[in-house]
């Protein structure tokens, strides 16, 4: 069994940053396509970045491009996102995703629906 688990979440004030990591507790993640996606409350689940087994594909959202960086520890297997200029509208569950088929075309596609392993979440609260 994949078992994601998310870290790195907390509190900041905006315009802070945050680092916000993915490990697998059981098999490496260094096979797969893996997605970032958040939930606010009242609102709809979103992705927010993706990054291909390879680190060779990218993409992000449209409210993130050029604030939020995703990258891949390929010796350990652990997926990092870098958020800056944190806004509070970034406040949000964060979770983690791994595409286990392929579905997601290597981040050309950036679904949740193509991910198949979810982890349990990290609060991630901009505010003053």
């Known amino acids: 069994q994949l078992q994601l688990v998310e870290s790195g979440g907390g509190l900041v004030q905006p315009g802070g940053s945050l680092r916000l990591s993915c490990a697998s507790s059981?098999?490496?993640?260094?096979?797969?396509?893996i997605g970032w996606f958040r939930q606010a409350p009242g609102k709809e689940r979103e992705g927010v970045s993706c990054?291909?087994?390879?680190?060779?594909?990218?993409n992000f959202a449209d409210s993130v491009m050029g604030r939020f960086f995703i990258s891949r520890d390929h010796a350990k297997g652990t997926v990092y996102l870098q958020m800056n200029s944190l806004k509070p509208e970034d406040t949000a569950v964060y979770y983690c995703?791994?595409?286990?088929?392929?579905?997601?075309?290597?981040?050309?596609?950036?679904?949740?629906?193509?991910?198949?392993?979810w982890g349990q979440g990290t609060q991630v609260t901009v505010s003053s």
């Open positions: 995703a791994a595409d286990l088929y392929g579905s997601s075309r290597h981040c050309i596609g950036f679904h949740d629906s193509d991910f198949n392993s």
């Open positions: 059981g098999s490496t993640l260094s096979y797969y396509t």
């Open positions: 990054i291909s087994s390879n680190g060779g594909s990218t």
